[in-house]
């Protein structure tokens, strides 16, 4: 099992510049997040997906869009990345109820430019 | 006020030493409790969660919750300088969905 996997692993843009974050789990879980670190803070929540076809906004979404593509796979999308969405960006997933706790992948490293 | 407080640290304890990581809450509706272990540039880690108030060990960790006083906290027992890392307090609601405190900063020194 390889868990949550995230790609690419780092990435420079230039501001105005777009891109898609992948991430994809093999845990048969219906729960799916993304999350944003910056320097010496917590996990802030952009997104989430309660399950296949729901989609909801989370603490700091502004500047993102993502799709659920399936059970397995949820994407986040920067469609004109500026310098403040310079950050580490994790997909997590979990069961349904998240009572269980999540499962992180190795995160992308983002520079904006 | 923050959803989720920790004390930022840095929390340095001698090798060997019980190390007591806190964390306070504001919502009195939080249902579960979670540690979460990060090493400097890798991902969280879940290590614990409790969702009773009282005590919870797995092995060298004791989760304990404290509902009335809305507190978190963790015991790291034998402490190992592998035991270094920043740990992260997450508490869920009834949405399932997680607050991440911004973490404690842990180093066990030799």
């Known amino acids: 099992n390889a868990g949550v996997t995230q790609t690419p692993k780092f990435q420079v843009l230039k501001t105005g510049q777009s891109m898609t974050l992948q991430c994809a789990q093999d845990m048969n879980h219906n729960s799916m997040y993304w999350y944003r670190q910056d320097p010496g803070m917590g996990l802030r929540l952009i997104y989430y997906?309660?399950?296949?076809?729901?989609?909801d906004k989370g603490e700091v979404p502004n500047g993102y869009n993502v799709s659920r593509l399936n059970k397995r796979e949820f994407s986040l999308r920067l469609e004109s990345a500026a310098p403040s969405q310079t950050s580490v960006y994790f997909c997590a997933s979990s069961e349904a109820s998240g009572e269980a706790g999540q499962y992180f992948g190795p995160g992308t490293r983002l520079t904006v430019t | 006020q923050k959803e989720v407080e920790q004390n930022s640290g840095p929390l340095s304890v001698p090798e060997g030493a019980i190390a007591s990581l806190n964390c306070t809450y504001s919502d009195r509706g939080s249902q579960s409790f979670f540690w979460y272990r990060q090493y400097s540039g890798k991902s969280p880690e879940l290590i614990m969660f409790i969702y009773s108030n009282g005590d919870k060990e797995d092995g060298r960790f004791t989760a304990q919750l404290n509902k009335a006083s809305q507190y978190v906290s963790l015991l790291i027992r034998d402490s190992q300088p592998s035991d270094s890392a920043t740990y992260l307090c997450a508490v869920n609601t009834n949405a399932g969905k997680s607050t991440f405190g911004d973490g404690t900063t842990l180093t066990v020194k030799p």
């Open positions: 997906s309660a399950s296949e076809g729901t989609t």
